[in-house]
């Protein structure tokens, strides 16, 4: 295992997730925020909606973008799964964002890290032969 990665992808995984809950808190209170035209009127939701759209687009963006820019190379693995991980972790704790102040579980992000760190230390192009015999660069 390649330990340089691992910790490059936990890092990036750290703030992935940091900014996908920011953007959470502050969508889910600006959609509070929305006052209604009328006493039935579902007011927020556009903002609500938008809200979880734009956290579950940033995922993958910023995983993507942060590994490269740390010079990590072929990362689909921590992309494919990742985000998926993320939309089920964030519709399952959604409530608990929701509320003014509220958090997700530490041990939920904590874990979600974890598996990001391991999602990303796999590369799939670390192989040391090829079919020849011969080690690659």
């Given at each position: 295992m390649n330990y340089a990665r691992a910790l490059k992808a936990a890092v990036v995984t750290v703030v992935a997730t940091a900014a996908g809950h920011l953007a959470m808190s502050a969508g889910f209170a600006w959609a509070r925020g929305q006052k209604p035209d009328h006493p039935d009127d579902w007011s927020g939701l556009p903002e609500f909606g938008a809200t979880v759209l734009a956290t579950w687009t940033l995922m993958p963006l910023a995983l993507w973008i942060g590994m490269r820019v740390l010079g990590e190379r072929r990362t689909q693995l921590q992309i494919l799964l990742g985000t998926p991980l993320w939309i089920g972790v964030s519709s399952v704790y959604i409530d608990d964002v929701?509320?003014?102040?509220?958090?997700?579980?530490?041990?939920?992000?904590?874990?979600?890290?974890?598996?990001?760190?391991?999602?990303?230390?796999?590369?799939?192009?670390?192989v040391r032969n090829d079919e020849t015999g011969t080690e690659r660069a």
């Open positions: 929701d509320r003014p102040g509220g958090l997700m579980p530490v041990p939920v992000l904590v874990m979600f890290v974890l598996a990001g760190a391991l999602l990303g230390a796999y590369d799939p192009g670390s």
